[in-house]
C-alpha cells in the first residue's frame, strides 16, 4: 500500500503503471490508504496551531486552544476525505463518457495517489510558517495535478489523448469542490468551529 509512494515521487510513469496492472481486488484493498494519509495534515495541522504556533507581526506568537483545534481538525480532515470521495465518485461518473474501465473505490483511490504530495507536504504544518508553507502547498498542489493527468491513462485503462480530455475535466471538478470548501469554511469559522486564539 505505501510501497507506491516513492515510485510515485521518483518516477510516477512506471509507478502509475503498476497500479494501474493491479487487480479490481488489490486496487479495493488500497483504499486504505488515503484514509490514513489523509491524517497526515490533520495532525500537522493540530500540533501546528497549538503547540508551536505562528507569527505575524512582530515577535509575538499566536497559538489555536487545543479545545478549538480539535474541530477544526477534524472538519480538516472530513474536507480532504469528502475530497476523494467526491472526485473519485466524478473520476467513475465520468468513465462511460472516456470509454474508461471503472467502479467507484477505483476512483477514490486513484485520486487519494494523486494526492500523495499534497498529504506529505501537509505534515510541514507542524511548523507553521507562512511563506514555507505556502510555497510547499503550491509545489504539491502542482505535483499533485501532474500526478493526476500522468495516472488517469494506465489506471482507467485509456489512450493518451482521450486521458489527456478526461483528467482535465476531473481537474476542473476538483477546483469546484475547492471553492464550495473555501466558502464552507469561512461559514463553519464563523458559526460553527470558531477558533480561539492564545498568547
Given at each position: 500500500m505505501f510501497g507506491h509512494v516513492i515510485g510515485l515521487l521518483i518516477?510516477?510513469?512506471?509507478?502509475?503503471?503498476?497500479?494501474?496492472?493491479?487487480?479490481?481486488?488489490?486496487l479495493r484493498r488500497l483504499l486504505l490508504y488515503p484514509i490514513l494519509m489523509g491524517l497526515l495534515p490533520a495532525i500537522g495541522f493540530y500540533v501546528g496551531t497549538t503547540q508551536v504556533g505562528w507569527q505575524v507581526i512582530g515577535d509575538d506568537v499566536t497559538r489555536?486552544?487545543?479545545?478549538?483545534?480539535?474541530?477544526?481538525?477534524?472538519l480538516f480532515y472530513a474536507a480532504l476525505m469528502g475530497?476523494?470521495?467526491?472526485?473519485?465518485?466524478?473520476?467513475?461518473?465520468?468513465?462511460?463518457?472516456?470509454?474508461?474501465?471503472?467502479?467507484?473505490i477505483k476512483g477514490v483511490v486513484l485520486m487519494g495517489y494523486a494526492c500523495t504530495p499534497v498529504f506529505l507536504a501537509g505534515l510541514f504544518a507542524v511548523y507553521p510558517v507562512w511563506w514555507f508553507?505556502?510555497?510547499?502547498?503550491?509545489?504539491?498542489?502542482?505535483?499533485?495535478i501532474r500526478l493526476l493527468y500522468l495516472g488517469i491513462p494506465p489506471v482507467m485503462?485509456?489512450?493518451?489523448?482521450?486521458?489527456?480530455?478526461?483528467?482535465s475535466a476531473v481537474f476542473m471538478m476538483a477546483l469546484v469542490y475547492v471553492?464550495?470548501?473555501?466558502?464552507a469554511t469561512a461559514i463553519l469559522w464563523e458559526y460553527v468551529a470558531p477558533p480561539v486564539f492564545t498568547d
Open positions: 518516477d510516477p510513469q512506471a509507478q502509475w503503471q503498476k497500479i494501474g496492472s493491479l487487480s479490481d481486488d488489490a489555536i486552544t487545543p479545545g478549538s483545534a480539535i474541530p477544526l481538525a477534524v475530497a476523494l470521495i467526491f472526485i473519485g465518485w466524478m473520476i467513475h461518473w465520468m468513465s462511460s463518457t472516456y470509454g474508461a474501465e471503472s467502479f467507484f508553507d505556502v510555497l510547499l502547498a503550491i509545489a504539491a498542489g502542482s505535483y499533485a485503462k485509456v489512450p493518451e489523448d482521450r486521458g489527456f480530455l478526461y483528467a471553492v464550495v470548501v473555501l466558502s
